[in-house]
Nanobody
């Protein structure tokens, strides 16, 4: 069955950068639209970014210009490069293929001094 393993989360100061990774398995990774989501303790899970197999990308307004999503299909891995991080980016970050109901364990990103 499909599985997602997110990694790379850390504590970073405001203005810092971080790169998250998402390893997917159990499906044909290169054929799938992949997505990033995040959830803060007091908010519902929200969509962050989408990456199509052909390379097209879409971002939620709050991260546009600061986050970049990419993929390495040879490694069945997707990345989320985050820069100019803000305290409001603090959340657990998750990935999945579009339309999936399966979630990984997520990776914690904390933006604070």
């Amino acid at each position: 069955q499909e599985k997602y393993v997110e990694s790379g989360g850390d504590l970073v100061p405001p203005g810092g950068s971080l790169r998250l990774s998402c390893a997917g398995s159990g499906f044909s990774f290169s054929d799938e639209i992949m997505t990033w989501h995040r959830q803060s303790p007091d908010k519902a899970r929200e969509w962050v970014a989408t990456l199509f197999p052909g390379g097209a990308t879409f971002y939620t307004d709050s991260v546009t210009g600061r986050f970049t999503v990419s993929r390495d299909d040879a490694k069945n891995t997707m990345y989320l490069q985050m820069k100019s991080l803000k305290p409001e980016d603090t959340a657990v970050y998750y990935c999945q293929k579009h339309g999936s109901t399966t979630w990984g364990q997520g990776t914690q990103v904390t933006v604070a001094n």
